[in-house]
């Protein structure tokens, strides 16, 4: 049995969301993913979670295999505080042109036929009336006849991202449609990561959405974060961070993945008040190397 890969990197994590209100409100079901998604390459050696007020707590796995907590309350609030810490073991693999299959290595490509069937949703637009401006802006990207390296051509378009918008962050809950964020020339990570995922089925690659956290450097947006994955045979799914100019890495916590951004949402669900109770919302993400 081959030795274990050695750890590269101990984080610990810490996300605190805080939701505040001027009298005590009821709350009715919420979804939380904010659990980091564990594998070959990420691994939780210790945790807690604090969530007041108290609810009742079920987790399960969603379609995606995300870990999803429900929490059901049964008393009014006027705070939901909702708090994990984890410490965290990161392995990072090969680069993406030493793992990519030989006949994928050059775009365009065909996927296998063992794998098309399963990759048919993340391959079909979230915004199909939104093709004419992608195919516009593409352009200068890729042309049909043209050959080019796939892990190139995908590096290119996290950049081409990286350099023509301004970043802008935004609480407000969804995103932008890749056609708001072209034409603005301004977006959040999560208008960023949605863009780049649908101008990546555009050319005919399976992506999608992931939401997760990011260790804080110059330079770098922190907070909860958003990125794309993009299926490459032989390298399976590969992060590339368009806010960020990179291809994820070490300093990336993924949390959960999906076709689409409002179903990797951190945290979801409803309060019962007067309109006016809603006072602000907090959130505190900390990833720090140990």
């Not at 009742?56 to 008393?75: C, H, K, P, T």
């Not at 036929?113 to 093709?131: G, K, N, T």
């Not at 290119?156 to 970043?167: G, K, M």
């Amino acid at each position: 049995m081959p030795s274990p890969l050695p750890f590269l990197q101990t984080l610990r994590l810490t996300h605190l969301t805080e939701y505040r209100y001027r009298k005590p409100v009821r709350f009715g079901p919420h979804r939380v993913m904010i659990r980091p998604r564990e594998g070959h390459d990420l691994r939780i050696v210790a945790g807690r979670y604090e969530i007041e007020p108290k609810p009742q707590v079920r987790f399960l796995r969603d379609i995606y295999g995300n870990s999803l907590a429900v929490l059901e309350f049964a008393e009014a609030a006027d705070r939901l505080r909702i708090l994990i810490e984890a410490d965290l073991q990161y392995i990072r693999e090969s680069e993406i042109e030493d793992m990519i299959d030989p006949a994928a290595r050059f775009f365009p490509f065909q996927y296998p036929p063992d794998e098309q069937v399963e990759l048919i949703p993340f391959r079909l637009p979230s915004y199909p009336y939104d093709a004419p401006t992608l195919y516009a802006w593409l352009q200068d990207l890729y042309r049909p006849g043209q050959v080019i390296e796939t892990a190139d051509l995908l590096m290119n378009l996290t950049r081409h991202i990286y350099r023509s918008f301004r970043y802008e962050a935004r609480e407000t809950m969804g995103v932008q449609v890749p056609s708001e964020t072209i034409a603005k020339g301004s977006g959040s990570c999560r208008d960023y990561a949605v863009l780049m995922m649908e101008a990546a089925r555009h050319w005919g690659f399976a992506a999608r959405f992931v939401s997760g956290y990011i260790q804080m450097a110059e330079g770098q947006h922190g907070a909860t974060h958003a990125w794309t994955e993009v299926y490459v045979p032989g390298a399976g799914w590969q992060g590339f961070d368009p806010t960020n100019d990179k291809r994820v890495g070490r300093e990336h916590i993924a949390v959960a993945v999906a076709r689409e951004q409002e179903k990797a949402m951190p945290i979801s669900g409803s309060w019962f008040g007067d309109a006016g109770d809603f006072e602000g919302m907090d959130v505190k993400v900390e990833v720090v190397s140990t």
